[in-house]
């Protein structure tokens, strides 16, 4: 402050200084008497933390200077101090404002008291407001700060807890973790689409894979969401690879059902919720690699070899295939002749050594020109 009147200020220093125990004393009885969510906290915690703030407060009247909020080590403390004792923020805010007005009225009373002068009372009552400015903002940043870290840590446990589940490792208390022996749950697999919200889609999820009494369990880590539902979700507007229900037991083969699903739902460009009853034996068919390729190699390969020409047979039968095996049909919806049909068909056979008037061969040929060659991702 100004030198003018300082050795006047020393002297009210010193008698706040004198005082600080009766201070602390009077602010806890305030902060007990107006504030139920402090009833927990012991006078000896409350009244450490009420001296840390008076200490502050002097100091900056001796400096003349208002601390900046991120050299307030001690709100810090006292906001992880109530954190952990579960006191909203706001009444953490409430609190210290009790102890800086009981401060303010003391400094005033005193300043008036001994003369000091009207300028240096001014400053002192100004820094006193600034103090207490910075100490609010430092309070509800660390505070905001713990929230999040609580709230990522708590995420973590949750991804962690979801993880050991679907890999077979049943919580013995099953209990904690809202988990119903009882009732059967299904694993489910999603990709986060670039641009879409991760943690609306998780709520989404959830909610809708929920059953009154028996609630889903979904997370999400980094661009996928998974987890455990209890009826078949509502389409989130992307692909959804569902599991089997069953037991917890049996939740890891229901998150292998669920990948190869989602799996499958990307190859096939489906969106929504894919399921066993959904895929069908495509299902099947793409949890075995071997067969697959060997399908590919039969029924797929020999045609594609034959370039642009290969590709317009490939579009026959395949056209062929999806109007119920009908000739006149497929020519009109490639608006062409029918005898291009047969003759493509017939073309079909002998690249591949097919024969689509077999059962057999007709479910080959299926399998192949729907899931296209394992090694190739991009079909």
């Not at 005082?19 to 906290?41: M, P, W």
């Not at 929230?147 to 962690?160: H, K």
């Not at 998974?226 to 089997?244: H, S, W």
């Amino acid at each position: 402050m100004a030198d003018a009147g300082s050795a006047s200020l020393d002297s009210v220093l010193d008698a706040l200084r004198h005082a600080l125990g009766e201070l602390v004393d009077e602010t806890c009885a305030r902060i007990h008497g107006q504030l139920k969510s402090y009833a927990h906290i012991d006078a000896e915690a409350l009244g450490s933390a009420v001296e840390r703030n008076l200490r502050t407060a002097l100091a900056a009247l001796r400096e003349s200077r208002v601390p900046d909020p991120g050299e307030l080590s001690d709100a810090a403390q006292t906001a992880r101090e109530r954190y952990i004792a579960e006191i909203p923020v706001e009444e953490i805010v409430r609190g210290f404002r009790i102890s800086f007005a009981l401060i303010h009225e003391r400094f005033v009373d005193l300043a008036v008291s001994r003369g000091l002068s009207a300028e240096v009372s001014v400053t002192g009552v100004r820094i006193l407001w600034g103090v207490a400015d910075s100490f609010t903002t430092r309070i509800i940043t660390e505070y905001h700060d713990l929230e999040i870290d609580s709230a990522f840590q708590d995420a973590q446990r949750r991804v962690a807890t979801i993880r050991s589940l679907l890999a077979g490792e049943i919580p013995r208390d099953a209990s904690l973790h809202s988990l119903e022996p009882s009732t059967a749950y299904a694993a489910i697999r999603c990709d986060v689409p670039s641009g879409t919200n991760a943690e609306q889609m998780r709520r989404h999820l959830q909610e809708s894979g929920s059953r009154p009494g028996a609630r889903a369990h979904v997370v999400t880590d980094g661009a996928s969401c998974f987890g455990v539902v209890t009826q078949r979700p509502d389409d989130p507007g992307a692909a959804v690879g569902l599991g089997p229900f069953g037991t917890l037991a049996e939740l890891p083969v229901s998150d292998r059902t669920a990948k190869d699903a989602l799996h499958l739902a990307h190859r096939l460009q489906r969106r929504g919720v894919q399921s066993v009853e959904d895929l069908g034996w495509r299902l099947a068919a793409a949890s075995r690699p071997d067969v697959w390729a060997h399908y590919a190699d039969v029924f797929l390969t020999p045609v594609t070899s034959a370039g642009a020409f290969g590709e317009e047979i490939l579009l026959a039968v395949r056209t062929w295939l999806e109007t119920g095996q009908s000739i006149p049909r497929a020519a009109e919806t490639l608006v062409v002749h029918p005898n291009t049909i047969r003759y493509r068909l017939r073309r079909y056979e002998e690249l591949t050594g097919a024969d689509v008037s077999d059962p057999e061969d007709l479910l080959g040929a299926r399998y192949a020109l729907e899931l296209g060659h394992p090694d190739d991702p991009t079909w």
